[in-house]
């Protein structure tokens, strides 16, 4: 919980930005037309960061395993490769967001919905450098144990995006109103801010000597960087495909029309902004997990991410009891439409009920990073989420005329699926573990 707290509230401040946006969005004259745009724009900015956020991840468990080992130069080093991968991925994230057009007619996105959505990802390309930078550094921080960086960076966030939407979203201080296109700006304002800060805490903070990043500059070397690669990938790959089931749901919801993916929209929001407490926990496990395995301790390393289970079934069981009891409150929140509230209250039921396995599947996903098992958590992120969720979410949607209610059960289901086989994966992998450590071979983990 000591490292967990400050991810959980830089995680939920950060989102909190996106709630803002969403909040704001709905204060727009044009509302369903900038709620459904941002929500369609946001959603391939989502899919695309959510692979970048996999591929960088890598660099925690990679830090945590060496940090525990007691070779922390050797962790800064693969943070300065961990860099160049950064840089280079940034480049393609930038030009899918200035090329969504195309992308979104592809997926038969309403034509009233495709230009707000086209202008909010263009603000958002300028934003692409300077997240997948402050994603290396934040896992960086987050696997040398010292987890405050996120938080610091996160109240940050919220603290300049709302002033700043205000200004650029309803055009005050003598500048034009730019509606949802505003947003995106503002949000790539807030993200150099943040990188700009995190950097400066790095570079001065006591806690960081011994690992010494900014002591040297290397070049790229293509060994340390296959070997952050190997493990990033098949989370990058694990992590888009959990996200296309959110993201895909998004974008076929707004075939439906702006109403139904405004709905869609507000409902899942919240529940995005209630997930960043199991996020920030599996974080937390991702470190504790690896940092034991470091030291040798596979019966520590698998403890830790028992723990984490248990805190997150609590912490679930506190967000599913606010959407059952309350969501009349939270819909009115973000907006008074009387239309679009109907909807987003009945999707909130289908959101309470997922709570439990998408606190579970995180956490466990999170433990299984921590033993750098990634390969087989990406397969099943492929079977659960995107053969089962999506498939199923598709046929109710649209073969059952379920509307948005067919792709929620079909999050349900894939969400479920998931949970069970990646906590049997952890829990397999991690007695595997004790066993290889009490028969003394050298565990394969360890290595690299």
Known sequence: MQLAMPVVIGMVASFSMNFVDTVMAGRLPDKEIALAGIATGGAIWSAVLMFMLGVLMALQPVVAQLDGAGDRAA??????????????????????LLSSGPLLRMMAVGEDIVPTAISYTGALSWGAPAICLLLMLRFFSEGSGYTRPTMYMGLLGIALNVPLNYILMFGKLGLPAMGAQGCGIATSIVIWSQLLMTFLIIRLHGHFREFELFSRWDWPQWEPISKLLRVGLP???????????FVGAALLIARLGALPASAHLIAINFSALMFMVPLGVASAVTTRVGNALGRGEPDAARYAGLVGVAIVLFTQTISASIMLLAPQFVVR??????????????????????????????????????????????????????????????????????????????????????????MSRFLFKSSQLIRTFDSKAPPATISG
């Open 75 to 96: 962790g800064g080093a693969a943070a300065r490769q961990g860099m160049w991968i950064a840089l280079a991925v940034s480049v393609p994230f930038a030009f899918i």
């Open 235 to 245: 989370i990058g790959t694990g992590i888009f495909v959990e996200g296309s089931l």
């Open 333 to 422: 929140i973000y907006t008074d439409d009387a239309a679009i509230t109907a909807i987003a209250v009945s999707l909130l039921f289908y959101s309470a009920i997922f709570q439990y396995a998408d606190g579970i599947q995180i956490c466990a996903a999170g433990a299984l990073r921590g033993l750098k098992d990634t390969l087989v958590p990406m397969f099943i992120n492929i079977f659960s989420f995107f053969l089962i969720g999506l498939s199923v979410g598709y046929y109710l949607t649209f073969n059952q005329a379920m509307g948005p209610a067919g792709m929620w059960i079909g999050m349900i289901v894939g969400l479920s699926f998931g949970a069970v086989l990646l």
